[in-house]
């Protein structure tokens, strides 16, 4: 079955390059072809005289609307920046992703028999600038009446719903047209519910749905350590608390820290420290190192994959949602901390309670995928 993967766009985010991976290499061992679609990045070019004008709004909206992402010369950090920032992430897509890019969803080619929709937050609101700047284009309004439309490991990325009373109409009636939805939150659960009228299953995020030595097999057989007792940071949305938090728990643990990667947006920054690390190198974080403190969904999820004790920094601009229902999954909510003290205290996570829990949600995940997949 020839199946086409909507998912978050294939840029620097490692936790979204590896779900992608992820899924798509589940869907090859059950014996599909898989590709990722996504809307080509254009090339940004603004006529002379449109400039004076365009680089004064940007900059009303960076420096008074206090827009700090508005890039002032747009078309060079586009055209120019991108791709170096980018160079290392784009090799891993470019090595382990069948990628399709289109210049819109009208224009596919429909001879997919199938659509997955997922995972990461394909669902939440604020990200439909992503899709063709309509959320619906991950409802599959795009898509052929004849093809399968599922669902897998979807996210809302918050407990609440945020739609507009539109789009909730729209995203209903083409919700109602899926063969099989499942989400991976159990809030998202509910709000299939309550909002789609469709009836959701819970899942893993498809990274769960491979094997620590299938990520190992990914990292180069040199290692990232150069010496013992590592603490690998890996923080999304740094401030002063949280690297008071790393520095305090470092000298208690006696922990040397590390970081992998790089805050890829930060304007004020020499290239050179904006370019993300490979994906290989973010892997090797988690296998050499003896603790991790994080504030991302998806390196909580590697830490378990690697059996490596962890804390993490709630992230409520990036969605609680998540960590809440992945923690309760393997009842470590304690491991959501806001202070040291709290995470000096933890006890050790027992990894083989984990792993007997982990294998039996993967069990139940894959088959709902051979289920809807199925004839």
Same mark, same amino acid.
């Given at each position: 079955m020839k199946i086409g993967i909507i998912t978050h766009p294939l840029y620097t985010n /490692? !936790? !979204? *390059?590896?779900? %992608? /991976? %992820?899924?798509?290499?589940? *869907?090859?061992?059950l014996g599909h072809e898989a590709f990722e679609i996504e809307i080509k990045r254009k090339k940004r070019q603004l006529p002379f005289w449109k400039l004076p004008l365009s680089i004064s709004k940007r900059i009303l909206k960076k420096y008074v609307l206090g827009c700090k992402m508005q890039k002032i010369l747009v078309e060079k950090y586009e055209n120019h920046i991108w791709p170096i920032i980018t160079q290392n992430t784009q090799q891993f897509v470019d090595k382990y992703l069948n990628q399709i890019l289109i210049e819109n969803y009208d224009d596919l080619d429909h001879d997919f028999d199938a659509f997955i929709v997922g995972s990461d937050q394909v669902?939440?609101?604020? /990200? /439909?600038?992503? $899709? !063709?700047?309509?959320?619906a284009n991950v409802y599959l309004k795009f898509a052929s009446p004849q093809s399968i439309k599922i669902a897998y490991a979807a996210s809302f990325g918050a407990d609440l719903w945020e739609y507009p009373k539109d789009k909730t109409e729209e995203c209903k009636r083409l919700a109602q047209k899926f063969r099989a939805i499942s989400v991976r939150e159990k809030s998202g659960v509910k709000l299939c519910h309550d909002f789609l009228d469709v009836n959701a299953t $819970?899942? *893993?995020?498809?990274?769960?749905?491979l094997q620590k030595a299938d990520y190992e097999s990914l990292i180069n057989t040199e290692s990232l350590a150069d010496s013992a007792d590592r603490l690998f940071c890996y923080i999304l949305d740094r401030n002063i608390i949280k690297d008071n938090i790393i520095k305090d728990i470092a000298k208690n643990m006696k922990l040397a820290p590390f970081y992998v990667n790089a805050n890829v947006y930060d304007s004020y920054s020499p290239i050179k420290d904006r370019i993300q690390p490979a994906v290989e190198n973010w892997l090797c974080g988690f296998r050499d190192s003896d603790y991790v403190i994080t504030d991302s969904f998806h390196a909580c999820v590697f830490s378990i994959i690697f059996h490596k004790q962890f804390a993490v920094i709630g992230n409520e601009e990036r969605g609680m949602a998540r960590f809440n229902s992945l923690l309760s999954l393997f009842g470590l909510e304690n491991r959501l901390v806001t202070s040291s003290q709290q995470i000096l205290a933890l006890p050790l996570i027992d990894f083989d309670a984990i792993d007997e829990k982990l294998s039996t949600l993967r069990t139940e995940s894959l088959n709902f995928l051979v289920e809807a997949l199925g004839s």
């Open positions: /490692y !936790g !979204g *390059l590896l779900q %992608a /991976y %992820a899924l798509q290499t589940t *869907l090859e061992r669902w939440r609101y604020k /990200y /439909y600038p992503w $899709f !063709g700047n309509d959320i $819970f899942v *893993l995020d498809p990274t769960m749905l």
